[in-house]
């Protein structure tokens, strides 16, 4: 009877050994069940020895003999790297701060290349820096920002592959020169503004004197076209006039010569005698001696009759 209580308990703890190891070991699977997210991948060693690279998706990690020796994210990371001093050729300490944008390529050299190799690529750039800063002069390099970003990730680049790192990009953020050269540079970019600016002041008053001197050369040239204009007009008006003065002079004495000729062709055709004519003549010689003239010719014959009415009028006197 003692015997069959102690096989009854001894199968109990039996049962109890049996369900504790098949939880154990339950738990032990479950937790050998790695899912590897997006981007990233596990590096997997074998008893301490690099064995393979989980990529995204599920897995089993085989319970102690094999275990992940690195998480690695495939995404680009940036590094932004504190102000640190650097010294140029003409001897001039600055602070520069960079920015450092990389990818790991290759899990597997990053995660046995180097032993820190986040921290080996800090200290790679700040060496990289200093060495391209101090074969420039300071105002190259405050000029040559994409010269040194691209001779700094080339630099890099190459240095970091056998750690399985691409650097993609390097870039400066600030570069802070001493205050003193600060305020000089700040004192030297007021004056070239300064400068700029009464330049364009002397360019605008030049060009506006221009325009100005061009614009009294054309209202010269107009006026003087206008007057030109306006002067042949009046040549032309007192030619015409002169024209219709003449032509108005030239009828009157047509005019007068036709009268004349019809007036004698009438005396002819009266059988007028020469004492008419005399006569005549005599009127027109008393018409002519009203005008200006001081000297008067009078033919031989008309003076006869002058003498004859002056002794008319002599008699006439005598008889009153």
């Keep these: 009877m003692l015997s069959n209580l102690f096989l009854s308990d001894v199968g109990d703890i039996l049962a109890v050994v049996f369900v504790i190891i098949a939880i154990i070991a ?62 140029t050729e003409d001897n001039v300490t600055m602070q520069i701060d960079t920015v450092v944008f990389f990818q790991i390529t290759d899990p597997k050299a990053f995660a046995y290349g180097a032993e820190q190799p986040i921290g080996a690529l800090e200290k790679l750039t700040a060496t990289t820096l200093r060495n391209i800063i101090g074969e420039m002069e300071l105002d190259e390099t405050l000029t040559s920002r994409d010269y040194i970003n691209a001779k700094m990730r080339e630099i890099l680049d190459e240095a970091t592959d056998p750690w399985g790192i691409k650097v993609n990009r390097v870039e400066l953020k600030n570069i802070l020169p001493p205050k003193d050269i600060r305020d000089s540079m700040e004192k030297q970019m007021r004056a070239e503004r300064e400068k700029r600016e009464a ?52 009828e009157a004495i047509r005019k007068v010569h036709e009268a004349t000729a019809q007036g004698l062709e009438f005396l002819k055709k009266a059988g007028a005698d020469k004492s008419v004519l005399t006569l005549k003549a005599y009127e027109a010689l008393a018409e002519v001696s009203k005008g200006q003239a001081t000297k008067l010719i009078i033919p031989s014959e008309l003076q006869g009759i002058a003498g004859l009415a002056t002794s008319i009028k002599e008699v006439v006197d005598e008889k009153k």
């Design 26 to 87: 339950l738990i032990v699977a479950a937790s050998s069940i790695r899912i590897v997210p997006q981007s990233h991948v596990y590096v997997i060693e074998r008893l301490g020895a690099y064995h393979k690279t989980w990529t995204t998706g599920v897995h089993f990690l085989v319970p102690f003999i094999q275990r992940i020796a690195k998480k690695i994210s495939l995404k680009e990371q940036l590094i932004d790297y504190d102000p640190q001093p650097v010294i």
């Design 199 to 250: 330049i364009l002041i002397a360019q605008g008053e030049k060009e506006a004197a221009i325009l100005k001197a061009e614009g009294i050369k054309q209202a010269q040239i107009l006026q003087a076209e206008a007057n030109r204009l306006q002067l042949e007009e009046e040549a032309e008006g007192q030619k015409k006039a002169a024209i219709l003065r003449a032509e108005g002079e030239a």
